[in-house]
């Protein structure tokens, strides 16, 4: 009989499972990798695709994804997308040149209309009913007037140009003109307006700017209550302008005052008073033109008070124009955030 130890037997079936398990591993982890850099080299179009189609939004359609050349899904995916952007864009472009002809068709018929009321009002005969219900149409008139300007400057806005004619200004001499033109509606509620600060002199676009405070005075006259009181100031602080309105409403709550400044934002108080939603954007949109900001103000309700800055002396928009050109021209890209102008002599750099 014969007896044999199993020692090495033992030690080298192991060894044998030692190595087949540190195999199977080192396998596994290189299939793994190797699968990951696989799917992560197949799936860099994909970033690319969504990265580039995260990056697009409703202010400039005008991009589009690059189409892989080689000609698979992923291709496929590309121009689908590309398709997609191009039926936004006509859907956008369309309804902007709606809004900018309607616009356009209006203004005639109801500058006719404001006309004929006012000759009609100016009769000594007219009186009694007759009298308030033209009164009444005019004032509707004149308020539709109104929207029909601004959606004119939201059409140019959202076509990417926004024509604007600088030159050194007084901001008190433009104040004074926005006060006079709500100087009736507000003596209709009782409501005091009153101007004060500094005597500045400020490149801008006189009649923009005169736009932005006539609004942003007929937005606080609407939201004041009756007898209250509306204050404009003006005052430099550096090489800032600040450009202050104040009045007496129930105030704006901390979550909507981003929002106001939306199209066609408009609180409870201000539908009552016939707001359109559209004064608050007009002003935000002109006043970002002259590279400026706007905003509600940080006090607590009631009141509101909306601030405007403005550089004290804008940034070089481009080369000069000769001696003896007309007023700075600029055409400020909204979209984009470009801007192009030539500044004359007199507006200095």
């Known amino acids: 009989m014969a007896v044999e ?4 037997v033992d030690d080298a079936t192991h060894r044998v499972l030692v190595l087949l398990v540190a195999g199977s591993v080192g396998a596994l982890a290189l299939v793994a990798l190797g699968g990951w850099w696989i799917a992560r080299r197949a799936l860099r179009p994909v970033e690319r695709i969504t990265a580039r189609a995260e990056a697009i939004g409703i202010e400039d359609l005008s991009q589009r994804i690059a189409v ?13 997308l590309n398709a997609m952007l191009d039926r936004i864009q006509d859907g956008v472009q369309a309804r902007e040149r709606l809004i900018a002809d309607a616009s356009h068709e209006l203004r005639a018929p109801l500058a006719a209309m404001r006309a004929a009321l006012d000759v009609t009002l ?25 929207i029909v300007d601004n959606l004119l400057t939201l059409a140019s806005v959202d076509q990417g140009r926004l ?8 901001l008190s001499d433009l104040a004074d003109r926005a006060v006079r033109a709500q100087r009736a509606s507000a003596a209709a509620r009782g409501i005091e307006l009153s101007l004060a600060g500094d005597e500045l002199v400020a490149d801008v676009d006189g009649d923009r ?18 007898g209250g009181h509306v204050s404009l100031t003006i005052r430099r602080d550096s090489d800032e302008t600040h450009i202050t309105v104040t009045d007496q409403g129930p105030g704006i709550a901390p979550s909507d005052r981003e929002y106001v400044f939306e199209r066609f934002s408009r609180q409870d108080s201000a539908r009552r008073r016939g707001g359109a939603g559209l004064g608050l954007a ?5 006043v970002h033109a002259h590279h400026g900001q706007i905003r509600i103000g940080d006090d607590p309700p009631p009141g509101t008070t909306i601030h405007i800055k403005l550089p004290g002396r804008p940034a070089p928009f481009g080369p000069l124009a000769a001696a003896g050109t007309e007023p700075a021209r600029a055409n400020a890209l909204l979209g984009g955030g470009a801007v192009r102008a030539t500044s004359s002599p007199d507006a200095g750099p």
């Open 5 to 8: 130890s199993l020692h090495e």
């Open 209 to 226: 700017l005169t736009q932005v405070l006539t609004n942003v005075l007929d937005n606080a006259i609407r939201h004041s209550p009756d």
């Open 122 to 146: 100016a009769q000594a005969r007219l009186e009694g009913p007759a009298r308030e219900a033209l009164q009444l149409t005019r004032d509707d008139a004149v308020r539709l007037s109104r």
């Open 68 to 80: 892989p050349t080689v000609n698979d899904e992923l291709a496929h995916l590309a121009r689908t």
């Open 163 to 170: 024509d604007l004619l600088i030159a050194p200004h007084d």
């Open 282 to 286: 007009i002003c935000r949109e002109i």
